[in-house]
Protein backbone atom coordinates (compact mmCIF):
# COMPACT_ATOMS: atom_id res chain seq x y z
CA UNK A 1 0.00 0.00 0.00
CA UNK A 2 2.01 3.52 -1.48
CA UNK A 3 -0.78 5.96 0.33
CA UNK A 4 -1.32 7.63 3.09
CA UNK A 5 -5.26 7.45 4.16
CA UNK A 6 -7.16 10.22 5.10
CA UNK A 7 -11.19 9.84 6.08
CA UNK A 8 -14.16 12.17 6.08
CA UNK A 9 -14.67 13.57 9.70
CA UNK A 10 -18.19 12.40 11.42
CA UNK A 11 -19.44 15.59 13.77
CA UNK A 12 -21.26 15.07 16.50
CA UNK A 13 -23.85 16.87 18.31
CA UNK A 14 -22.87 17.35 22.19
CA UNK A 15 -24.85 20.00 24.62
CA UNK A 16 -21.83 20.64 25.77
CA UNK A 17 -20.56 21.76 22.13
CA UNK A 18 -19.65 24.69 19.63
CA UNK A 19 -18.55 26.10 16.44
CA UNK A 20 -15.18 25.92 17.68
CA UNK A 21 -14.05 23.47 15.13
CA UNK A 22 -15.18 25.22 12.26
CA UNK A 23 -13.26 27.99 13.45
CA UNK A 24 -9.88 27.21 14.58
CA UNK A 25 -9.85 24.09 11.96
CA UNK A 26 -11.28 25.39 8.92
CA UNK A 27 -14.25 23.02 8.85
CA UNK A 28 -17.49 23.16 7.24
CA UNK A 29 -19.96 22.05 9.95
CA UNK A 30 -23.70 22.18 10.21
CA UNK A 31 -24.89 25.91 10.93
CA UNK A 32 -26.03 26.56 14.60
CA UNK A 33 -26.24 23.68 15.76
CA UNK A 34 -23.71 22.26 18.84
CA UNK A 35 -20.89 20.08 17.84
CA UNK A 36 -18.86 18.68 20.60
CA UNK A 37 -16.90 15.86 18.81
CA UNK A 38 -15.20 15.38 15.25
CA UNK A 39 -14.95 11.77 15.29
CA UNK A 40 -11.49 11.74 12.81
CA UNK A 41 -11.06 7.97 12.68
CA UNK A 42 -13.19 5.49 13.84
CA UNK A 43 -13.98 2.05 13.31
CA UNK A 44 -16.97 0.70 15.37
CA UNK A 45 -20.37 -0.74 14.23
CA UNK A 46 -22.73 2.46 15.14
CA UNK A 47 -19.29 4.92 13.69
CA UNK A 48 -17.30 4.21 10.17
CA UNK A 49 -14.93 6.57 8.72
CA UNK A 50 -15.14 6.60 5.31
CA UNK A 51 -11.60 6.80 3.30
CA UNK A 52 -10.98 10.66 1.55
CA UNK A 53 -9.37 10.49 -2.08
CA UNK A 54 -6.97 8.38 -3.35
CA UNK A 55 -7.18 4.25 -4.44
CA UNK A 56 -9.77 3.66 -1.46
CA UNK A 57 -12.28 6.54 -1.81
CA UNK A 58 -15.10 5.79 0.06
CA UNK A 59 -14.23 2.34 1.72
CA UNK A 60 -14.87 2.14 5.42
CA UNK A 61 -11.66 1.42 7.40
CA UNK A 62 -13.58 -1.77 8.75
CA UNK A 63 -13.58 -3.09 5.17
CA UNK A 64 -10.31 -1.83 4.45
CA UNK A 65 -8.95 -3.98 7.08
CA UNK A 66 -10.64 -6.54 5.50
CA UNK A 67 -9.38 -6.87 2.76
CA UNK A 68 -5.50 -5.23 3.36
CA UNK A 69 -4.82 -6.06 7.23
CA UNK A 70 -0.90 -7.18 6.53
CA UNK A 71 -0.86 -3.87 4.15
CA UNK A 72 -1.74 -1.55 6.86
CA UNK A 73 -1.43 -3.25 10.10
CA UNK A 74 1.20 -5.94 9.57
CA UNK A 75 1.13 -9.54 8.57
CA UNK A 76 0.10 -10.46 12.28
CA UNK A 77 -2.78 -8.22 12.14
CA UNK A 78 -6.10 -10.67 12.06
CA UNK A 79 -8.33 -9.08 9.19
CA UNK A 80 -11.41 -9.11 10.93
CA UNK A 81 -10.29 -7.22 14.31
CA UNK A 82 -11.16 -3.91 14.31
CA UNK A 83 -9.08 -0.65 14.41
CA UNK A 84 -7.59 -0.28 18.13
CA UNK A 85 -7.36 3.66 18.11
CA UNK A 86 -10.43 6.18 17.99
CA UNK A 87 -9.44 10.05 17.19
CA UNK A 88 -11.47 13.22 17.94
CA UNK A 89 -11.62 16.71 18.12
CA UNK A 90 -12.91 17.94 20.77
CA UNK A 91 -14.74 21.47 21.29
CA UNK A 92 -15.62 21.92 24.74
CA UNK A 93 -17.65 24.91 24.41
CA UNK A 94 -18.93 24.46 28.08
CA UNK A 95 -17.71 22.00 30.67
CA UNK A 96 -18.01 18.10 29.98
CA UNK A 97 -19.88 16.21 33.42
CA UNK A 98 -17.06 14.39 35.58
CA UNK A 99 -17.02 11.06 34.51
CA UNK A 100 -15.04 8.00 34.59
CA UNK A 101 -13.86 5.19 32.03
CA UNK A 102 -14.21 1.13 33.08
CA UNK A 103 -10.68 -0.33 33.74
CA UNK A 104 -10.47 -3.93 31.48
CA UNK A 105 -11.72 -5.80 34.83
CA UNK A 106 -14.13 -3.94 36.00
CA UNK A 107 -15.62 -3.21 32.27
CA UNK A 108 -15.98 -6.58 32.18
CA UNK A 109 -17.57 -7.24 35.07
CA UNK A 110 -20.29 -4.10 33.75
CA UNK A 111 -20.48 -5.32 30.37
CA UNK A 112 -18.79 -2.06 29.03
CA UNK A 113 -14.81 -1.12 27.47
CA UNK A 114 -11.92 0.12 28.99
CA UNK A 115 -10.93 3.43 27.45
CA UNK A 116 -7.16 5.30 28.02
CA UNK A 117 -7.21 8.72 26.32
CA UNK A 118 -4.87 11.57 25.29
CA UNK A 119 -5.94 15.05 25.37
CA UNK A 120 -3.63 17.20 23.69
CA UNK A 121 -5.02 21.28 23.93
CA UNK A 122 -4.45 22.93 20.77
CA UNK A 123 -6.58 25.89 22.09
CA UNK A 124 -7.43 27.06 25.01
CA UNK A 125 -9.27 30.66 26.91
CA UNK A 126 -7.35 31.95 29.33
CA UNK A 127 -7.86 30.49 33.05
CA UNK A 128 -10.08 27.28 31.22
CA UNK A 129 -8.69 23.89 33.45
CA UNK A 130 -9.15 20.46 33.26
CA UNK A 131 -9.93 18.02 36.37
CA UNK A 132 -8.34 14.95 36.73
CA UNK A 133 -8.09 12.63 39.54
CA UNK A 134 -8.85 13.76 42.95
CA UNK A 135 -7.51 16.07 45.80
CA UNK A 136 -4.73 15.12 48.28
CA UNK A 137 -6.91 13.14 50.69
CA UNK A 138 -10.52 12.65 49.33
CA UNK A 139 -12.10 9.20 50.44
CA UNK A 140 -14.37 7.46 48.60
CA UNK A 141 -16.80 7.66 51.57
CA UNK A 142 -15.81 11.88 51.29
CA UNK A 143 -16.60 11.62 47.76
CA UNK A 144 -19.86 9.77 48.45
CA UNK A 145 -21.03 12.34 50.38
CA UNK A 146 -19.80 15.19 48.31
CA UNK A 147 -22.09 13.42 45.78
CA UNK A 148 -25.33 13.88 48.31
CA UNK A 149 -24.27 17.22 49.23
CA UNK A 150 -23.45 18.73 45.63
CA UNK A 151 -19.59 19.61 47.01
CA UNK A 152 -18.24 17.33 44.02
CA UNK A 153 -16.15 20.04 42.67
CA UNK A 154 -14.26 20.46 46.56
CA UNK A 155 -12.82 16.93 46.00
CA UNK A 156 -11.31 16.67 42.68
CA UNK A 157 -8.08 17.92 40.77
CA UNK A 158 -8.06 20.90 38.59
CA UNK A 159 -5.20 22.92 37.24
CA UNK A 160 -5.01 25.59 34.44
CA UNK A 161 -3.65 24.34 30.67
CA UNK A 162 -2.14 26.10 27.87
CA UNK A 163 -1.41 25.34 24.11
CA UNK A 164 0.57 22.89 23.88
CA UNK A 165 -0.21 21.20 27.12
CA UNK A 166 -1.45 17.34 27.03
CA UNK A 167 -2.10 14.48 29.69
CA UNK A 168 -2.65 10.80 29.26
CA UNK A 169 -6.00 9.89 31.51
CA UNK A 170 -5.92 6.15 32.15
CA UNK A 171 -8.94 3.98 32.70
CA UNK A 172 -10.07 4.27 36.05
CA UNK A 173 -9.15 8.22 36.34
CA UNK A 174 -12.14 10.36 37.42
CA UNK A 175 -11.81 13.37 34.58
CA UNK A 176 -13.68 16.51 33.16
CA UNK A 177 -12.92 19.14 30.33
CA UNK A 178 -13.70 22.32 31.63
CA UNK A 179 -15.10 25.47 29.20
CA UNK A 180 -12.93 26.93 26.47
CA UNK A 181 -11.00 23.71 25.55
CA UNK A 182 -10.58 22.68 22.00
CA UNK A 183 -8.87 19.43 22.47
CA UNK A 184 -7.39 16.95 20.51
CA UNK A 185 -8.28 13.27 22.06
CA UNK A 186 -6.70 9.63 20.63
CA UNK A 187 -7.92 7.32 22.57
CA UNK A 188 -8.82 3.31 22.78
CA UNK A 189 -11.45 2.10 20.88
CA UNK A 190 -14.48 2.72 23.11
CA UNK A 191 -17.13 4.19 24.22
CA UNK A 192 -17.95 3.24 27.21
CA UNK A 193 -18.76 6.32 30.02
CA UNK A 194 -19.87 6.72 33.41
CA UNK A 195 -20.63 9.92 33.99
CA UNK A 196 -20.89 10.44 37.77
CA UNK A 197 -21.78 14.31 38.23
CA UNK A 198 -23.19 16.47 35.65
CA UNK A 199 -23.52 19.96 37.40
CA UNK A 200 -27.09 20.11 37.54
CA UNK A 201 -26.86 20.37 33.31
CA UNK A 202 -30.13 19.28 31.26
CA UNK A 203 -29.28 17.65 28.13
CA UNK A 204 -30.35 18.85 24.29
CA UNK A 205 -33.73 17.39 25.31
CA UNK A 206 -34.29 19.78 27.97
CA UNK A 207 -33.77 16.61 30.53
CA UNK A 208 -31.58 16.19 33.03
CA UNK A 209 -28.63 13.26 31.55
CA UNK A 210 -28.35 9.87 33.01
CA UNK A 211 -25.68 9.21 35.67
CA UNK A 212 -23.94 6.44 36.70
CA UNK A 213 -23.11 6.91 40.01
CA UNK A 214 -22.98 3.12 40.95
CA UNK A 215 -21.14 2.26 37.65
CA UNK A 216 -18.45 5.38 38.48
CA UNK A 217 -17.87 4.28 41.94
CA UNK A 218 -17.02 0.66 41.08
CA UNK A 219 -14.51 2.22 38.82
CA UNK A 220 -12.16 4.99 39.84
CA UNK A 221 -9.27 4.48 41.18
CA UNK A 222 -9.08 6.30 45.15
CA UNK A 223 -5.38 6.56 45.24
CA UNK A 224 -5.35 8.73 41.99
CA UNK A 225 -4.03 11.96 43.62
CA UNK A 226 -3.59 14.78 41.35
CA UNK A 227 -1.53 13.42 38.47
CA UNK A 228 0.61 16.60 36.57
CA UNK A 229 0.20 17.49 33.36
CA UNK A 230 2.63 17.64 30.64
CA UNK A 231 3.50 21.34 29.66
CA UNK A 232 3.77 22.04 26.01
CA UNK A 233 7.50 23.04 24.84
CA UNK A 234 9.43 23.78 21.88
CA UNK A 235 11.19 20.10 21.87
CA UNK A 236 10.50 16.75 20.69
CA UNK A 237 9.21 14.41 23.28
CA UNK A 238 7.17 11.35 24.18
CA UNK A 239 3.82 13.01 25.98
CA UNK A 240 2.27 9.68 26.64
CA UNK A 241 3.23 5.99 26.78
CA UNK A 242 0.68 3.33 27.75
CA UNK A 243 0.13 -0.45 27.11
CA UNK A 244 -2.43 0.81 24.23
CA UNK A 245 -0.28 3.08 22.21
CA UNK A 246 2.37 6.16 22.20
CA UNK A 247 2.49 9.50 21.44
CA UNK A 248 4.96 11.15 20.51
CA UNK A 249 5.10 15.37 20.20
CA UNK A 250 7.83 16.30 16.61
CA UNK A 251 8.37 20.15 16.65
CA UNK A 252 9.00 20.66 12.98
CA UNK A 253 11.05 23.71 11.49
CA UNK A 254 10.24 24.94 7.57
CA UNK A 255 11.98 21.81 5.38
CA UNK A 256 12.74 19.38 8.02
CA UNK A 257 12.19 16.11 6.78
CA UNK A 258 10.29 13.20 8.24
CA UNK A 259 10.80 9.46 6.99
CA UNK A 260 8.44 6.89 7.63
CA UNK A 261 10.30 3.54 6.88
CA UNK A 262 8.35 0.49 5.09
CA UNK A 263 7.58 -2.68 7.36
CA UNK A 264 8.03 -0.89 10.46
CA UNK A 265 4.53 -0.57 11.95
CA UNK A 266 1.52 1.33 10.96
CA UNK A 267 0.93 5.16 12.38
CA UNK A 268 -1.32 7.95 13.14
CA UNK A 269 -0.24 11.76 12.18
CA UNK A 270 -1.99 14.40 14.05
CA UNK A 271 -1.00 17.86 12.52
CA UNK A 272 -1.18 20.57 16.02
CA UNK A 273 -0.15 23.28 13.62
CA UNK A 274 1.57 23.98 10.94
CA UNK A 275 1.41 21.78 7.50
CA UNK A 276 3.46 18.51 6.22
CA UNK A 277 3.48 17.52 2.55
CA UNK A 278 3.58 14.09 1.55
CA UNK A 279 3.81 14.55 -2.49
CA UNK A 280 0.26 14.98 -3.53
CA UNK A 281 -0.92 15.35 -0.27
CA UNK A 282 -0.37 17.91 2.26
CA UNK A 283 -1.80 17.48 5.63
CA UNK A 284 -2.96 20.56 7.63
CA UNK A 285 -3.56 21.88 11.24
CA UNK A 286 -6.82 19.53 12.59
CA UNK A 287 -5.78 16.89 9.77
CA UNK A 288 -5.65 13.15 11.06
CA UNK A 289 -3.86 10.16 8.86
CA UNK A 290 -3.22 6.54 9.06
CA UNK A 291 0.35 5.60 7.47
CA UNK A 292 0.06 2.00 6.31
CA UNK A 293 2.98 -0.79 7.89
CA UNK A 294 4.12 -1.51 4.49
CA UNK A 295 4.59 2.17 2.93
CA UNK A 296 7.22 3.93 2.83
CA UNK A 297 6.71 7.84 3.06
CA UNK A 298 8.34 10.94 3.46
CA UNK A 299 7.06 14.18 4.65
CA UNK A 300 8.41 17.75 4.22
CA UNK A 301 7.12 20.60 6.71
CA UNK A 302 6.01 23.70 4.69
CA UNK A 303 5.98 25.88 7.91
CA UNK A 304 6.84 25.56 11.61
CA UNK A 305 4.86 22.91 13.63
CA UNK A 306 3.64 20.38 15.97
CA UNK A 307 2.80 17.02 14.73
CA UNK A 308 1.93 14.12 17.09
CA UNK A 309 2.76 10.39 15.84
CA UNK A 310 1.06 7.67 17.64
CA UNK A 311 2.18 4.35 17.38
CA UNK A 312 2.99 1.09 18.80
CA UNK A 313 -0.87 0.11 19.00
CA UNK A 314 -0.48 -3.00 16.44
Not at 20 to 35: N, Y
Not at 233 to 259: H, M, N, Q, W, Y
Not at 274 to 300: C, K, M, Q, W
Amino acid sequence: MREILRFEPIYQERVWGGQAIATALGRDLPSGRPIGESWEIVDRAEAQSLVRGGNYDGMTLHALLDRHAAEIMGPQWPAMKPFPILVKWLDCRERLSLQVHPPAAVAAQLGGEPKTEMWYIADTAPGAQLIVGLKKGVTRAAFERAIIDQTVESCVHNFRVAEGDSILVQSGQLHAIDAGNLILEIQQNSDTTYRVYDWARTGLDGKPRQLHVAESLQCIQWDDFEPAPVRGAPTSAVIAECDEFRIRRVVLSPGEKLVFAAAEQPRLLSVASGSLHFGGITLGRGDNALVPYAGEFTGVAREPGILLITENFA
